[in-house]
């Protein structure tokens, strides 16, 4: 639309705004913006100010409208401008603020001549505003705010876009997610769910006498887990720290003070891959219940989802894009080695490292000399097994050489008696997706001494992700540390899961992006 306004000052920036915006650079539709801020200016108007009078936000508004408009309630709705039309002595506007959208009117005759020339001379799409006034409805019925007042509260200096086109801006999306969110509803949304989802789980935690703690991030070592740190330098003691990969072993330290219920929802980094599943940065929940095994933690962990997803959704229920997935029955528990024989048709207990090696050639997984037999199984796990693994299941007894801080398998009765080859540990996977990752937690010290020693021996065939050998750790084990089960969520992939997304960057509102 044409708007056609008067001069202002000597000012005039009337235009059609779809032609304009393609024949203008970005740089010359900044200047001009300029220059409807420098005309703010000349006229006394302080296009910043520190403060609204807002008396209503715009869904309040919207849902009392009847009463509100009756009472002739004098309201101060705020927002920013999303449309303007204008018809010579009068103009529509569209202002949205995070409760919702309400068109707003203006006439020359009600706000004053000069006014309104101020206005459709220096307000524009994408600037904050401020307007007081008396609801009322249009002849076509649409609820409507008449201003009596306006206030510019932030002058925008550069152009929102039009709209974004799907997939070939989704790099932009992500890179620019403050326009993703103004634009797109459903990001807003899921960043609404996923703070509830994280709030869900707090209260959970908490109901049942777990304890909220906080662990360093910035570590002498980098351990609790197998991934490359982030090294970084501390100048005041000349002393290389690393960005924590996992709060694992802190947390156990505090089961070893006498902490029985901890948790921890907090940022790990790992200095790894990119992709839809895993961000250099991200947040991970950690929790430990002392005098429990994994057999308690799954049957905690399937209450926690059960109720989790209940409580987002009205029942246990979920709508994926692979279909219903429903958390109300036991969720099956499947031996690792079982998968492994049933979709590759291997025996872990029966192979040898190279049948592993031959097998993973045949399937496309690229094999590195620094890959021990349980990683190699594991990776044609994830290549065969898991991608049919959409409803909840544990996955459970993983192989010993993948699993440095679990405790070996018991067999039967006696603690005493354990299986060399296995641990206690279980993952739960949901729409073939890993979500968690827990086990008994090993407590013995020589033993843990012998699981960092051969993580050594990883590290000197290559593999760089290894654990390191903590002796600090071990002397804390040392003092003892109750027998105890543990687990970590990621909360990114969680989030994944139930917004029904693609990838973590659509649910992680600031991901890493290589700059342009």
């Not at 990883?458 to 105890?484: H, K, T, V, W």
Request: charged fraction near 30%; include cysteine.
């Amino acid at each position: 639309m044409r708007l056609t306004c008067p001069g202002l000052g000597g000012f005039s920036f009337c235009f059609d705004f779809a032609i304009f915006t393609k024949a203008m650079s970005l740089e010359e539709l900044r200047k001009t913006k300029l220059d409807k801020l420098n005309l703010l200016k000349k006229a006394g108007v302080n296009p910043y100010p520190s403060k609204s009078w807002r008396t209503h936000k715009i869904k309040q508004a919207l849902d009392d409208f009847d009463a509100l408009a009756e009472e002739k309630r004098r309201l101060v709705l705020v927002g920013r401008v999303m449309a303007m039309r204008s018809h010579g002595a009068s103009t529509f506007l569209d202002l949205e603020d995070g409760s919702g959208r309400i068109q707003s009117y203006l006439k020359k005759d009600v706000v004053s001549e000069y006014e309104y020339d101020l206005f459709v001379n220096s307000v524009e799409v994408g600037d904050f505003i401020e307007v007081s006034g008396f609801l009322f409805k249009t002849k076509k019925e649409e609820k409507t705010l008449e201003v009596e007042k306006y206030r510019v509260l932030s002058k925008a200096l550069l152009p929102l876009p039009e709209k974004w086109h799907g997939l070939q801006d989704v790099e932009e999306r992500f890179r620019k997610k403050y326009l993703d969110l103004i634009f797109n509803p459903e990001v807003k949304e899921k960043a609404l769910l996923r703070s509830k989802i994280i709030q869900e789980i707090r209260n959970f935690l908490l109901q049942h006498e777990f304890v909220e703690v906080e662990t360093p991030m910035l570590q002498n070592m980098a351990g609790g887990a197998n991934a490359a740190p982030f090294k970084t330098h501390l100048n005041a003691l000349d002393l290389d720290l690393y960005l924590r990969i996992a709060p694992e072993l802190y947390l156990k330290r505090l089961l070893v003070g006498g902490f029985e219920r901890i948790f921890e929802m907090n940022r790990n980094f790992r200095n790894e891959g990119m992709d839809r599943e895993h961000n250099p940065e991200f947040t991970m929940l950690e929790f430990y219940a002392a005098y429990q095994d994994y057999q308690w933690m799954m049957s905690f962990t399937e209450e926690l989802f059960r109720t989790l997803v209940a409580a987002l959704f009205g029942e246990p229920v979920l709508e994926h894009a692979s279909g219903k997935i429903s958390f109300k029955e036991p969720f099956p528990r499947i031996e690792f080695n079982e998968l492994l024989k049933k979709y590759s048709g291997l025996d872990y207990d029966e192979v040898d490292e190279e049948d592993l090696k031959k097998k993973a050639q045949e399937l496309g997984i690229t094999i590195e000399k620094k890959m021990s037999k349980g990683v190699i199984a594991d990776e044609i796990y994830k290549k065969v097994a898991r991608p049919n693994l959409i409803n909840p299941i544990f996955v459970i007894n993983h192989p010993l050489d993948i699993s440095p801080l679990a405790k070996k398998l018991e067999k039967g009765s006696e603690s005493s008696t354990v299986d060399s080859n296995h641990v206690a540990r279980f993952q739960l996977l949901v729409g073939a997706m890993e979500v968690a990752n827990g086990f008994s937690e090993l407590n013995d010290p020589q033993d843990q001494r012998e699981r960092f020693e051969m993580q050594e021996k990883n590290r000197e065939r290559g593999d760089e992700d290894a654990q390191r050998l903590d002796e600090d750790f071990i002397e804390s084990l040392e003092y003892g540390m109750p027998p105890a089960a543990g687990i970590g969520i990621g909360i990114d992939r969680l989030s994944v899961l139930l917004t029904n997304s693609h990838s973590i960057r659509e649910v992680i509102l600031f991901p890493l992006m290589k700059p342009k």
